[in-house]
């Protein structure tokens, strides 16, 4: 055996051990302290790209979800104010029935026409000040009305796109030719006037079908997106939390091996002393 005091090589070695042990019971320390496995990128570079692709896809889909959920709101606004527009056009319809019958003379017409013109104008005014966040959601300019665009997921793609397009509700673009100008004065008219508002009614029966049937596809959609957060959140914790009954028996085997490496450190440090025994 050798006895060498320049290069204590044993030392080196329970150093190179104890800092080795001490490495590792720090970082089972951080994890512990930060529920991560993952702090940094050194800790698992793949993994933690992965993770991170999994967090920025679940954020999209969160602010997806309220797109949906303000949509919704949205889409109950716009169907509030068709269906009040629907029972005056049924009031219409109740009017004009009554205008194309020789039970009244043209003054009882006349009161009728009034006070369907009235409604008439009345449905433009409700039509012109619904608003959602400062949107006009029926247009005055053409009949098929505003198209409007959600996004529903987090890629830009149709599939993560919903369309809806409110038809127009104002009085110049229910029905073929409108209502604005029927004529309740005489009976002619009357009956004339009875076929024009039936086509209102069904212009906007289309309009609440519509309405309708993008909320369905948007309350699927929000249950589609929440099993999606559900279990992408799953797969990032996965790859990115930390498993703390594992980490603690790392824990508590490395910090062993440092009080144990330090033993062995001050005991190498020791066998140079062995050397002075020579000397005597």
Known sequence: MAFRIPHNVEAMTAYRWLSHAQFNMNRSLERLSSGYRINRAADDAAGLAIANQFR????????????????????????????????????????????????????????????AHEIIQEINNLADSTKYAGQALFSATNASGYTFTFQVGYENATHDRIELQIGDVHTSNLGAGGITDINLKNITSAQTALTCIDNALTSLNGVLADLGGVQNKLTYRQGKINVQIENFTASESTIRDVDMALEMANLTKNQILVQTGMAMLAQANALPQNIIQLLR
């Open 56 to 115: 920025q896809e679940i954020a999209s889909l969160r602010v997806a979800y309220n797109n949906a959920s303000q949509a919704t709101n949205m889409i109950q606004v716009a169907e509030g104010t068709a269906s009040k527009i629907s029972e005056m056009v049924t009031r219409l319809k109740e009017l004009a029935t009554e205008a194309a019958s020789d039970t009244v003379d043209d003054d009882r017409r006349t009161y009728l026409h009034n006070e």
